[in-house]
């Protein structure tokens, strides 16, 4: 019998392993097991609360209120967030600056700038003042925290029984909020920031210093900014010695200021103070009785005459100031380059036109910017009406400039040896995966570069940017040209994606109008202190001009720009007898329409369009903009020397550049069908042609199938 192998003895290494694999299973067994007791204890101890029927529908409805709740905080919180940043920094100064402009001719236009002393705190006002301007602004100012939801409720059902706008919501806190902060667009984004800044403003200010500040800062009509310049602008005196009358009629310019502005309207300034004394009434601030004297005795007004303001161009030319003026230089005149007749002439062919066609292609606002040949700024038409909205649709706005972009794409190519009659393909073109197509959908084909300018062909300048220039140089030779709007690096930027002002454009093209030269662009010529010292002149003082075309580059862009009035998509723009070069430019959805174009005398920028961001009614830049273009340029030419356009040796007739562009194309053509003649591969092969002509030979040889008829017969039919 043979003894059982002895059992090997385990080491202890094999001990302590199986030890910590016994003690890991017992511990998760005992974690697992009082996990579960915990649960069912909750369980059992939750079911006390559980709620059923009615109830349980109501704490539902509070649960689900909790989490939108929190979900709206964090949403809140991230558009809070850009509105808050428009608080950083000194935004309560007053300026450092008090400057009076002047024209071109020596005349004064305006002042810009608030002296402190021009400030009357709220105390020492009147109290009809402070009564007529809470009455109809804002009655409720003292009771809400910056947004009043009781007169918004009451303005919206007052505008619907009315159908139409007869009362506004906002509060005298907003009104602040966007006048210290915001601009005048009419946007979702600007409404939101607009709400929470009014909260802001009631945290961080009291009552009376947002009460102060809105009569400080709101603009009266005139030209003037705040209740006091006001006052002694229609009546000539401080708004401490205002009547009621008087209090009423300053009351009424909130809403309105240049509608509303008596040395304007005196009828319509009138009435509308009538409409505060009603207010007064309504609100209970004042009895019937107390107004009576007022209404049958209204305000009269120091004469200031019918001239208007040049507002917008004040505004950008305070900016100007603020950039070249020294430290310690507070209170200026400044000599500018303001041109009176061709503002008005700016102004008229915005207005004329918008009253004309604005319904038939909803449009509602306009903006132009003219340059003279030696980069004087003539005129600066922001908006159609200054009291309305005080933002600059000419040095403020962005917007997508359409096809108006495509000279810097072909200067460009002008600098990289192109030429006007260089020929390059129209058809389709994919870059990545975007796939351009022209504005009729159809294919070009071969084309002249002047005639895919002329025709304002999509497919020919992205060919040039993917193909031969890149994106990079078109970019930089915009920005060198004088655009100061952040240009994006994208591809489709060559199609006019990319965002400018209106001054850009016209800043823009008057490179082509001044020779190939860009830095002359100025508002302001002089500088001089109250005591006569001059300290700034822009002869001396400026940097020169430097070129950024080359003459070459620059004769072949003007001989294009030239071709797109005459055969091309801005025809509205010819004026007669006078050579005309420019531009035309559509954005997507018909939201933006462009014309920008120059003669040797002036460069003009054209914008139309709708603060919101709507399309027009297929409104492009060959219509209504080019329209606007023309009725103004056709009087800044008026008993003026006419210049040429330079770069054009010789003055080019309509007839000349339209057959030399012409003539081009026809070559072209003719030149691309005797190619592809020349290159049209062989159908049939040679021995199946042999056999063809042996067939073609019978058949000519054999007797007909059926005997024609006898001449008796053909004579009788």
Do not use: C
């Amino acid at each position: 019998m043979v003894s059982p192998e002895p059992r090997k003895r385990r080491g202890p290494i094999a001990a302590w392993a199986l030890a910590l694999d016994a003690w890991i299973d017992s511990s998760l067994y005992e974690i697992g097991f009082r996990a579960r007791q915990f649960w069912e204890a909750a369980t059992i101890f939750f079911r006390r609360f559980r709620v059923t029927g009615w109830r349980r529908a109501i704490i539902e409805v509070l649960s689900e209120g909790f989490t939108l709740g929190a979900g709206g905080v964090v949403v809140m919180l991230a558009l809070a967030i850009p509105a808050f940043q428009d608080t950083m920094g000194d935004w309560r100064a007053q300026g450092d600056f008090a400057v009076t402009f002047l024209d071109r001719y020596g005349n004064e236009i305006g002042q810009r700038g608030i002296i402190q002393r021009d400030s009357v705190p709220v105390d020492e006002m009147p109290d009809q003042v402070i009564k007529a301007v809470l009455a109809t602004e804002d009655r409720r100012f003292f009771d809400h925290y910056g947004i009043d939801v009781l007169g918004l409720s009451r303005a919206i059902f007052e505008n619907v029984r009315a159908n139409s706008v007869v009362q506004g919501g906002s509060s005298i806190t907003q009104q602040l909020a966007k006048n210290l902060f915001l601009t005048n667009e009419r946007t979702f984004e600007r409404k939101i920031k607009e709400a929470f800044l009014s909260l802001w403003l009631e945290a961080n200010l009291s009552k009376k210093e947002i009460l102060q500040l809105y009569l400080d800062r709101a603009y009266m009509g005139g030209g003037t900014f705040g209740i006091e310049a006001a006052a002694d602008f229609y009546f000539g005196k401080s708004v401490k010695d205002l009547n009621l009358a008087e209090a009423a009629m300053l009351a009424g310019l909130f809403k309105a200021p240049t509608k509303y502005a008596p040395h304007i309207n005196l009828p319509a300034a009138r009435a509308r103070a009538n409409v505060v004394l009603s207010n007064l009434v309504d609100a209970g601030f004042m009895t019937e009785g107390q107004v009576l004297q007022a209404r049958l005795h209204p305000a009269d007004v120091v004469d200031r005459g019918e001239q208007k303001s040049p507002d917008y161009y004040l505004d950008w030319a305070f900016d100007e100031v603020k950039k070249i003026a020294k430290p310690g230089q507070h209170s200026l005149v400044a000599h500018t380059t303001f041109d009176p007749n061709i503002q008005k002439a700016a102004e008229e062919s915005v207005e004329f036109h918008l009253r004309q066609f604005g319904k038939e292609y909803r449009v509602t606002e306009g903006a132009v910017v003219v340059i003279e040949t030696n980069g004087a700024v003539r005129a600066i038409v922001g908006g159609r009406d200054y009291g309305a909205s005080q933002f600059n649709r000419a040095t403020k706005a962005i917007r997508q400039t359409g096809s108006s972009f495509k000279p810097y794409v072909y200067a460009t190519a002008m600098e990289h040896g192109f030429k006007p009659t260089s020929v390059i393909s129209g058809g389709p073109i994919s870059w990545g995966n975007w796939s351009p197509h022209n504005y009729s959908g159809e294919s070009a084909g071969n084309i002249t570069l002047i005639m895919a300018m002329a025709k304002s062909i999509n497919t020919v300048p992205v060919r040039l940017a993917k193909d031969h220039l890149g994106i990079g140089p078109i970019k930089a030779l915009a920005e060198s040209f004088g655009v100061e709007t952040p240009l994006e690096g994208h591809k489709t930027m060559v199609l006019g994606t990319a965002g400018m002002t209106v001054m850009d454009q016209a800043t823009g093209y008057s490179v082509f109008a001044q020779d190939g030269f860009v830095g002359s662009r100025h508002g302001i010529t002089q500088l001089v202190t109250r005591t006569g010292e001059v300290v700034y002149d822009f002869a001396k003082d400026a940097p020169p001009p430097h070129r950024v075309l080359s003459e070459q580059a620059l004769k072949s862009m003007n001989t294009m720009l030239a071709a797109v009035p005459v055969m091309g998509t801005g025809r509205r723009a010819q004026i007669p007898d006078i050579v005309v070069a420019g531009k035309t430019g559509t954005t997507q959805s018909y939201r933006d329409a462009w014309f920008v174009g120059f003669t040797g005398n002036y460069t003009a920028a054209v914008w139309l369009g709708n603060d919101d961001f709507t399309p027009t009614k297929n409104m492009t830049g060959g219509t209504l903009p080019a329209m606007v273009w023309q009725r103004l340029m056709v009087y800044a030419h008026q008993n003026i020397d006419l210049k040429p356009i330079p770069g054009i040796e010789k003055p080019f007739v309509d007839e000349q550049i339209a057959a030399k562009a012409e003539e081009a194309q026809k070559r072209t053509e003719e030149q691309a069908a005797a190619d592809a003649a020349a290159q049209r591969p062989p159908v049939l092969s040679s021995r199946t042609t042999a056999i063809l002509r042996e067939m073609t030979r019978l058949f000519q040889s054999a007797p007909p199938l059926v005997s024609p008829p006898p001449p008796e017969t053909l004579s009788a039919l």
